[in-house]
């Protein structure tokens, strides 16, 4: 499962990081690092997080297959 985080949404609120830990992750205040493939059974953690964004900035893209694991992005929250 693939994930982008809208850094243009995104705000640091850090429920996604409470809800799916093993995903996504706080560094400081605002960053944000997640790993955009995503296990397939984190789906239900991710799901939570997803629905837990107050801004709706993490995306979920089921259904793509395209295999890069272990990659990590930092994002921040900043605009």
């Known amino acids: 499962m693939r994930l982008v985080v809208d850094l243009n949404r995104c705000q640091g609120y850090a429920q996604c990081a409470f809800l799916a830990p093993d995903?996504?992750?706080m560094h400081g205040d605002e960053a944000l690092l997640y790993?955009?493939?995503a296990d397939e059974n984190?789906?239900?953690?991710?799901?939570?997080?997803?629905a837990a964004c107050?801004?709706?900035?993490i995306l979920v893209d089921a259904?793509?297959?395209d295999e890069n694991?272990?990659?990590?992005?930092e994002v921040t929250g900043e605009q």
């Not at 984190?42 to 997803?50: E, F, G, I, M, S």
């Not at 107050?54 to 900035?57: G, N």
């Not at 694991?69 to 992005?73: D, E, F, K």
């Open 42 to 50: 984190q789906r239900d953690d991710v799901a939570r997080a997803v």
């Open 54 to 57: 107050p801004v709706q900035a």
């Open 35 to 37: 790993n955009p493939q």
């Open 69 to 73: 694991p272990g990659t990590a992005r």
């Open 23 to 25: 995903v996504f992750a």
């Open 63 to 65: 259904d793509d297959r």
